[in-house]
C-alpha cells in the first residue's frame, strides 16, 4: 500500500460534544453540561482499524456518531476523505453518506422485523435510485461475500442465528462500496466461537476491499486481533493511543495497564502470577467530572498535582500519545517535587 493509500479516511480535531442539562448547577450557578466528548483527536487510514475501547460511558459510542456525522458538533472539526464535514448540512451530507457507513451492536434491533432481510440489505441501495433486479442481484454478491446462503436472503431476521444476522448487516453497510465502516461493539451480542469467525471475516474484507475500520469495544482481547492502532478513552476523552502491539507491551496510561491487567490468560500458571490491578469505585458522571485529571478519583498512582492541572495529551519517544502526569515534562513534575499519594486499598 502507497503513501496516498494510507492517507487518513477520516480525521477529527478537538472534536467535542456536549448536552446541556435541566436545572443549575450549584457550583458554577450556571446550565449544567453533560460533557460526552472533550476534545478528541484521532485519524483512520485507508486498509486500517483503529480500535477505540473504554469502559460503558466513556464516550465510544457518541465519539463513533460525531464521526459519521449523525449528530451535531459541538466544537472541533472532522473531515472524511479530505473535506470538513463539522458543519455541513443534511442534503450536502447526502452525496457523502454512501462512503461511511455502521454496524450495530445488535443485529436483531438493527433489521425490520416486519421485512425479509433482503428488504433491509437493498434498502441503501433502493435510496440511491438503483433498480429492483439490479438491487437483488447486488444483495446476492454481498452474501456470497460475507459467507451467507442466498437463501437466507428472503427469511424473517427472527430466521437467522445472532452470527448470520450481524453478517447480514455487515453486508448492508458494504452494499454502497463505502470507505469507512463504523463498528459498534459489533461482536459483543455473539457467543465466543461466532465472534471469532465474524472477527476473521471483517479482516478478510479488510484486505479484499482496502476498507477503513473505526471499531469499538469494551473488550481488549477481541481489538487486539483487529487493530494496527488503539485508543483508549475515559469520561470524553483519549487518555492514551498508539500502535496496537506496543500498548499491550508497554501501556503508559494506569487506566490502559488496569484494561489490559483485567483480561484472562488461558494459562492457569500464569494467571495467578498476573498482578492485577483492580479499579475501584465507578466511572465518574460526564456531567460532573474530576477536576485535573479525570483518571485521578481512580487511579493507583495519584499525585497532588493530579487534582490541580489537567495532564496534556504528551507524545512519547515512540509516537504514542498518552495524557497521564506520570509522563508530563513540565513544571508540575520537575525536580521531582511532586507528592506521589499511593493508594492503601
Not at 43 to 64: I, M, P
Not at 67 to 77: K, Y
Not at 151 to 177: F, V
Not at 240 to 250: I, K, N, V
Request: proline residues 8%; contains cysteine; neutral net charge.
Amino acid at each position: 500500500m502507497t503513501a496516498d493509500d494510507r492517507a487518513p479516511v477520516v480525521r477529527t480535531e478537538g472534536l467535542t460534544k456536549h448536552f446541556p442539562l435541566r436545572g443549575v448547577s450549584r457550583r458554577s450557578g450556571g446550565s449544567r453540561i453533560l460533557r460526552a466528548v472533550d476534545g478528541v483527536d484521532l485519524r483512520v487510514d485507508a486498509g486500517t482499524t483503529l480500535g477505540l475501547v473504554g469502559e460503558s460511558g466513556s464516550g465510544k459510542s457518541t465519539l463513533a456518531r460525531l464521526v459519521l456525522r449523525l449528530m451535531p458538533v459541538t466544537a472541533g472539526r472532522v473531515w472524511f476523505d479530505g473535506t470538513d464535514i463539522t458543519d455541513l448540512s443534511a442534503r450536502a451530507l447526502r452525496p457523502l453518506r454512501h462512503g461511511m457507513q455502521l454496524v450495530f451492536q445488535d443485529p436483531y434491533s438493527s433489521f425490520d422485523p416486519q421485512a425479509t432481510v433482503i428488504d433491509s440489505v437493498i434498502e441503501p441501495l433502493l435510496a440511491q435510485g438503483g433498480s429492483g433486479a439490479e438491487c437483488r442481484d447486488r444483495a446476492r454478491d454481498l452474501f456470497d461475500l460475507v459467507g451467507l446462503a442466498t437463501d437466507h436472503l428472503d427469511r424473517s431476521p427472527r430466521e437467522l442465528s445472532g452470527g448470520q444476522l450481524q453478517r447480514a448487516g455487515i453486508a448492508r453497510a458494504l452494499a454502497t462500496n463505502p470507505r469507512l465502516v463504523v463498528m459498534d461493539e459489533p461482536v459483543s451480542a455473539l457467543d465466543v466461537s461466532t465472534q471469532a469467525q465474524v472477527v476473521n471475516l471483517l479482516q478478510d474484507l479488510q484486505r479484499e476491499l482496502g476498507l477503513a475500520f473505526l471499531f469499538i469495544a469494551h473488550d481488549l482481547a477481541v481489538v487486539r486481533h483487529v487493530s494496527e492502532r488503539i485508543a483508549v478513552m475515559y469520561l470524553g476523552q483519549v487518555v492514551e493511543e498508539g500502535p496496537a502491539h506496543r500498548l499491550y507491551e508497554a501501556p503508559t496510561h494506569p487506566y490502559t495497564q488496569a484494561l489490559l491487567s483485567a483480561i484472562p490468560v488461558p494459562n492457569p500458571a500464569v494467571q495467578r502470577s498476573r498482578p492485577r490491578i483492580v479499579l475501584h469505585g465507578e466511572i465518574p458522571s460526564p456531567a460532573s467530572p474530576p477536576s485535573g485529571c479525570r483518571f485521578r478519583t481512580r487511579c493507583p498512582y495519584v499525585m497532588e498535582v493530579c487534582a490541580e492541572v489537567e495532564p496534556p495529551a504528551t507524545t512519547t519517544p515512540d509516537g504514542s500519545i498518552t495524557r497521564c502526569h506520570l509522563h508530563t515534562e513540565g513544571p508540575s513534575l520537575a525536580g521531582g517535587s511532586v507528592n506521589l499519594l499511593l493508594r492503601k486499598d
